[in-house]
Nanobody, 124 residues
Framework: QIQLVESGGGLVETGDSLTLSCAATTRAFSSYAMGWFRQAPGKEREFIAAISRSGDRPWYARSVKGRFTMSKDNAKNMAYLQMNSLKPEDTADYLC?????????????????WGQGTQVTVSS
């Protein structure tokens, strides 16, 4: 397991952009694929995006594809989530996580390291 800390959340308006950051404490960040999830009150944790260990292969949920971009900087031990064209339905607590190796990246149950989350609120 690795320690993860998210930052960058806040209150924005519909159509705005926001970039979330995830700082990892580990000496082997390049060995970890990474994922972003979100959870709104009363709803199940939802897969948003994941990226390969090298950072060159991202995957996205249909709900954010084309609007969100995930990236990974192994030299800085950082993962990012660039969010454009934000909508009120994007309002949630956003969490970064590291998956169990070779598991299905879409299932939150397959992640064993989690950050504390950062709140994103999109007003209409």
């Amino acid at each position: 397991q690795i320690q993860l800390v998210e930052s960058g959340g806040g209150l924005v308006e519909t159509g705005d952009s926001l970039t979330l950051s995830c700082a990892a404490t580990t000496r082997a960040f390049s060995s970890y694929a990474m994922g972003w999830f979100r959870q709104a009150p009363g709803k199940e944790r939802e897969f948003i995006a994941a990226i390969s260990r090298s950072g060159d292969r991202p995957w996205y949920a249909r709900s954010v594809k084309g609007r969100f971009t995930m990236s990974k900087d192994n030299a800085k031990n950082m993962a990012y989530l660039q969010m454009n064209s934000l909508k009120p339905e994007d309002t949630a607590d956003y969490l970064c996580a590291a998956p169990i190796p070779y598991s299905d990246y879409r299932g939150w149950q397959n992640y064993d390291s989690w950050g504390q989350g950062t709140q994103v609120t999109v007003s209409s």
